[in-house]
């Protein structure tokens, strides 16, 4: 608290005069005031330098700090002064004095104090408050440490027990929003183990499973003490054969030629079951490529289409007009359907069921996927999708992935192997440069001396916590200590084979590059969600004296052999776990052998060429003969009771559904 002087100290103020006068208010006064009481200025100061001093005066009476306190100060008693006697100064601000109005720093204060809404006080706390209580003499104890009251909102119905009433800006004051975790979108090109394995889980696959070491009766070993025979039989057509197909039970062979022609050969007799020709198309039909529906009463074929009219310099042949796909009708020869969308010659064509559906995939030289899908009875086609690469590339041929529940496919395009998505039309990978010119064929083989992959791994029923967990795992960053990782997946992989071709010197017209080659590969799937897939080579096979430096060559292996055609008429014979040629077959004229395929259920081995023929080998030796024929018998046998099964399923599923509709 102050004390009053008992001799009070009036304050330095240099706007106050001394002599008891009236108290100037500004600059300008004092300089008047100075002339009426007669005072001259001190020492060698003239009129001169009293006017130059008025003028600077005025000049800055605008932006001068004034002490608002001490200014018309009603009297010295209401100045405070410290316990040692000294005044205390009061804070100064700056007031600009208004000409216009003529009006007293005062005035202009108490003018704005008036307009201006004063803020609600808050009661002191803290610091402010103990300085307060130690000047009012006060004991203070140390400052306790308060929960933080949580704020109210400015929309609150609950005026009984509200504080101090809150300011505009705390009312409206934005409120933080939490942080959401990054979570990555899912893309649904990623690849998914769980949906994929549970597809293969769903719908097994059923290439792969006849191969050297499955004892179907398919021919195992070819070497000099198991050799192989020709058999005695006439599969011949009046143009080069291109390619072959085998119906799905393994009794008939289909030959797809030059002349708009196919030929349904009987394998029990090796006789000429039917020729389907479209009697309807007025143009030039080549057939190079088909394939068996699944009952086998419809045969599926294509090639190129030429204009009967029209001849091309270019291409030393006819124009070439778009290029559909038939549908012929075993028993009758008439076309079911056309497949139209291609507008040049078909490569490769590929009978699939995905989810149940039924499709065809082929693949063309005007560089488009086409996938067609089919009716329920294969004669009717319900849609057409092209593959979305962002690229045309000719697909020689493709080969499904095994274990995917054909979702995926690799396909032998241009000079290298491209990965797809079949069920969402779309490229994934593209493994690049195979060969140095095109790589015009690839199958997946299970290759019986290798290390085999993993079983599909089963699906576990997840629990409660292990829901949780996986819910937690989606958010950015690490996971936490208290989560468990999951167990790891086996890494599963799957063998393919492929052959290409090389770039030609262009004045010898040899091979410039490398000799002519085969490759295995070893495709390996990813082990997390969005992964990518790796393609390794595992081996190459060469010879020089392999020679198959044209495209629309097929190879074919029973996963121990690699049988590889050649453009001189011959079939080299490549051991896949030593690389080394263990026979050659020389059976055909000096032209390009188109095709080959391994019997998956009898001791057959079929090749076609462009002489026209289809050569049929078989074992030499008789006991090889006798023991691949008696586990062919048992394969079929077995085969014939699960389709008897299947068929008598269906029946009862037919009748049951019958009875429920009578009961209704």
């Known amino acids: 608290m102050t004390l009053a002087p008992t001799e009070p100290l009036a304050p330095a103020d240099t706007n106050t005069e001394q002599n008891g006068s009236a108290p100037v208010t500004s600059p300008q006064k004092r300089a008047l005031a100075t002339l009426a009481n007669g005072s001259s200025p001190r020492g060698k100061e003239n009129d001169e330098s009293l006017a130059k001093n008025s003028a600077s005066s005025l000049n800055a009476s605008s932006e001068e700090a004034i002490d608002i306190e001490s200014v018309d100060a009603p009297a010295h008693s209401d100045v405070e002064y410290t316990e040692d006697g000294r005044p205390i100064r009061k804070r100064k601000a700056k007031v600009p004095f208004d000409e216009d109005t003529e009006m ?3 005035e202009l204060l108490q003018k704005e104090v008036k307009t201006k809404k004063k803020p609600v006080s808050k009661p002191k706390t803290g610091k402010a408050a103990k300085a307060v209580k130690e000047e009012e003499g006060a004991t203070v104890s140390a400052p306790r440490k308060t929960a933080k009251k949580p704020s109210r909102s400015a929309f609150s119905e609950d005026e009984d027990n509200a504080g101090p009433s809150e300011t505009i800006v705390s009312k409206f004051k934005r409120v933080p929003k939490p942080k959401v975790p990054y979570v990555k979108p899912e893309d649904p090109l990623d690849f998914d183990p769980s949906y994929v394995y549970g597809l293969a889980r769903q719908y097994p696959d059923s290439y792969w499973k ?3 070491e499955s004892r179907s009766g398919m021919i195992g070993k070819i070497s000099d003490d198991h050799p192989l025979q020709l058999v005695d039989c006439n599969i011949q057509d009046q143009a080069p054969i291109t390619g072959m197909a085998l119906s799905p039970d393994g009794s008939m062979l289909a030959t797809f030629c030059n002349l708009g022609s196919v030929r349904i ?3 029990d007799d090796y006789s000429l079951l039917t020729t389907l020709r479209d009697a309807k198309e007025e143009h030039i ?5 088909g394939t068996f529906v699944p009952d086998q009463t419809l045969v599926l074929a294509g090639g190129k289409r030429k204009d009967r ?4 310099e270019a291409d030393d042949d006819n124009n070439i007009l778009p290029c559909p796909l038939k549908l012929f009708d075993v028993l009758t020869g008439e076309v079911v359907v056309t497949l139209e969308g291609h507008t ?8 699939v069921q995905f989810k149940g559906e039924n499709y065809f995939l082929s693949g063309s030289q005007d560089g488009y996927l086409n996938k067609w899908h089919m009716g329920s009875d294969w004669r009717s086609l319900e849609s057409m999708v092209q593959m979305a690469d962002g690229i045309t590339c000719m697909a020689f041929t493709v080969s499904f992935v095994p274990n995917t529940g054909n979702k995926y496919f690799l396909a032998a395009a241009d000079e290298n192997l491209r990965l797809y998505d079949f069920e969402n039309a779309a490229l994934l990978q593209t493994f690049e440069n195979m060969y140095s010119s095109y790589c015009d064929c690839g199958k997946f083989i299970q290759a019986a001396d290798f290390p085999m992959p993993s079983p599909i791994p089963e699906e576990a029923p ?4 292990e829901e949780e967990l996986t819910e937690s795992r989606t958010r950015k960053g690490k996971m936490k200590a208290e989560e468990r990782a999951p167990a790891p997946r086996p890494q599963l992989f799957a063998y393919f084979i492929s052959r290409g071709v090389e770039l030609l010197d262009s004045e010898e017209r040899m091979i410039a590059k490398d000799y002519n080659s085969c490759t295995l590969h070893k495709l390996v799937y990813p082990d997390t969600k969005g992964g990518k897939w790796y393609l390794t080579e595992v081996k190459r096979f060469q010879d020089e004296e392999y020679f198959s430096n044209a495209w629309l060559i097929k190879i074919a292996s029973n996963g121990r052999y690699l049988m590889a055609p050649t453009c001189t008429g011959e079939v080299f014979i490549y051991n896949l776990k030593t690389g080394q040629v263990t026979g050659i077959l020389k059976d055909h004229d000096d ?5 080959i395929i391994f019997h998956p259920t009898r001791p057959l081995l079929l090749t076609s060429a462009d002489d026209g023929i289809v050569k049929v080998y078989t074992y030499k030796e008789q006991p090889d003969l006798v023991r691949a024929l008696r586990e062919s018998a048992e394969t079929e046998k077995a085969a014939a009771d699960a389709a008897a099964l299947s068929l008598v399923a269906t029946d009862l599923s037919a009748v049951s559904v019958h009875d429920d509709d009578e009961t209704e």
């Open 462 to 465: 997840a629990t409660a916590d």
């Open 285 to 289: 039909d080549e057939f190079y490529v």
């Open 104 to 106: 007293d720093t005062d």
């Open 344 to 351: 040049e010659e078909l490569l490769c064509v590929k009978r």
């Open 591 to 595: 032209v390009e052998v188109r095709d």
């Open 210 to 212: 006849h191969h050297a």
């Open 265 to 267: 050969w009987s394998l």
């Open 309 to 312: 009219n029209n001849w091309s």
